[in-house]
């Protein structure tokens, strides 16, 4: 199985603060990687598809990049609206899996 | 609107069963395949099984093969998952999402679970 290390786990943050999240796999998974947003007793959302696409509807504030192994989600200027748990997850090959998340918090 | 309805949790004895249903709405199902994500309490997502569009093939994680079935009634839009012999490690939140790894294992370049159903809980206890 592939497994997805993120990191931090816990990030203290502010509004208005540049936030990074990354996230390693075990193998390397070309751009198959996508980022979630979930906030407490709500689904998860999706944020970007593809390591890097911007789903629809997501603020131009996130961004991903990333290709191989090492994936990066950023918030270029955080919201009230965005502390919340952020997850990676890999779309390559079966089983198909998430990372243990990183909770942005005050 | 692209809608997912989760529905059928509650609370079930070890060795129980249980069948959860996902009703979707907004977009045309049959072209679509369709996934069931858990959440346990206070724990992060865990991928639980796959199907295909038009039912032709499955996936399934190793912690639910052999106990779970996945299955989907394009007719009524619906998605079905049937948890038999359940376990503690069994409790979470039960998610269905829209999307998932095609014949080969990976993933749609326009994106996978761009939707999600509510979730539903599932609570194994005696």
């Known amino acids: 199985d592939i497994q997805m290390t993120q990191s931090p786990s816990f990030l203290p943050a502010s509004v208005g603060d540049r936030i990074n999240f990354t996230c390693r796999t075990s193998?390397?998974?070309?751009?198959?990687v996508n980022w979630f947003q979930q906030q407490p007793g709500k689904a998860p959302k999706l944020l970007v598809y593809?390591?890097?696409r911007l789903h629809s509807g997501v603020p131009s504030r996130f961004s991903g990049s990333g290709f191989g192994t090492d994936f990066t989600l950023t918030i270029s200027s955080l919201q009230p609206e965005d502390f919340a748990t952020y997850y990676c997850?890999?779309?390559?090959?079966?089983?198909?899996?998430f990372g243990q998340g990183t909770k942005v918090e005050v | 609107e692209v809608q997912l309805l989760d529905s059928g949790g509650g609370l079930v004895q070890p060795g129980g069963s249980l069948r959860l249903s996902c009703a979707a709405s907004?977009?045309?199902?049959?072209?679509?395949?369709m996934t069931w994500v858990r959440q346990a309490p206070g724990k992060g997502l865990e991928w639980v099984s796959t199907?295909?569009?038009?039912?032709?093939?499955?996936f399934y994680a190793e912690s639910v093969k052999g106990r779970f079935t996945i299955s989907r009634d394009n007719s009524k839009s619906t998605l079905f998952l049937q948890m038999n012999s359940l376990k503690d490690e069994d409790t979470a939140i039960y998610f269905c999402?829209?999307?998932?790894?095609?014949?080969?294992?990976?993933?749609?370049?326009?994106?996978?679970?761009?939707?999600w159903g509510q979730g539903t809980l599932v609570t194994v206890s005696s």
């Open positions: 999402a829209r999307g998932g790894p095609n014949y080969y294992g990976s993933g749609s370049p326009q994106g996978d679970f761009d939707c």
């Open positions: 907004g977009f045309t199902f049959n072209n679509y395949v």
């Open positions: 199907i295909s569009d038009s039912g032709g093939y499955t």
């Open positions: 193998h390397t998974i070309s751009n198959y």
């Open positions: 593809a390591a890097s």
């Open positions: 997850q890999q779309s390559f090959s079966t089983p198909w899996t």
